[in-house]
């Protein structure tokens, strides 16, 4: 079963960077790596997904190293709408059967 | 992006009856769809992997007779909760990556179905 470790909580405050690290010491080689958002009483969303080195889009930034033995989110300048729960997670058996974590709670302060 | 839906949003239903929760991807096909359950505060536990045409592949631990699960075509699949107890009480999630995507690109989840058994 694919495995991660991150952190259980976080707290920041508004116009903060945070940052999220992702263990994954058991990913696969073709694996990608791949961040969800969580509201409550809503479905998973997809945030970033990367392989290796960095990936930007227009909401984050995913860095993995090159052992790829772990991965950090970037979310530059939450807001109070960023509190959630964020999970990062591998595809185990190909097609997306993706096997969450624990995650991460963040709660963001004004 | 695209769409996933589910429905009901959320359900009542007494103890006993059976319930069904559909999951539609709105714009694409997908052969293979995901059932996932939430308890409050906790992670998405997969349940089992739903196949079009094929039975559904079930995670160790969940009752393959209780939670039905049928992949008619490749925009539906539909998860029945047989015999509902109220510890069947949870949110249940379904997510669906298109058939034409290779492996590792975005999967994309329902918006959730909270079933209360009372």
């Known amino acids: 079963l694919a495995k991660t470790t991150q952190p259980i909580s976080m707290d920041s405050y508004e116009g903060q960077e945070v940052n999220i690290t992702c263990s994954h010491n058991?990913?696969?080689?073709?694996?990608?790596i791949t961040w969800y958002q969580q509201f409550p009483s809503q479905g998973p969303r997809f945030i970033i997904q990367g392989y290796k080195t960095k990936v930007t889009n227009e909401v984050a930034s995913l860095f993995i190293p090159a052992d790829r033995k772990s991965s950090t989110l970037s979310l530059p300048r939450v807001s109070l709408s960023d509190t959630a729960v964020y999970y990062c997670l591998w595809a185990a058996g190909g097609y997306n059967k993706l096997i969450f974590g624990a995650g991460t709670r963040l709660a963001v302060h004004p | 992006g695209a769409v996933v839906s589910q429905h009901p949003s959320w359900v009542i239903c007494k103890s006993g009856t059976s319930v069904k929760i559909e999951c539609r991807s709105l714009?694409?096909?997908?052969?293979?769809m995901f059932w996932y359950r939430q308890f409050p505060k906790q992670s998405l536990m997969l349940m089992a992997t739903s196949n079009e045409g094929s039975k559904a592949t079930y995670e160790q631990g969940v009752e393959k007779d209780k939670f039905l699960i049928n992949h008619a075509s490749l925009t539906l699949s539909t998860l029945t909760v047989t015999s509902a107890h109220p510890e069947d009480s949870s949110f249940y999630i379904c997510?669906?990556?298109?058939?034409?995507?290779?492996?590792?690109?975005?999967?994309?989840f329902g918006q959730g179905t909270r079933l209360t058994v009372v």
């Open positions: 714009d694409f096909q997908a052969t293979t």
């Open positions: 997510s669906a990556t298109p058939t034409r995507d290779t492996m590792n690109t975005e999967a994309f």
């Open positions: 058991n990913i696969a080689t073709n694996d990608y």
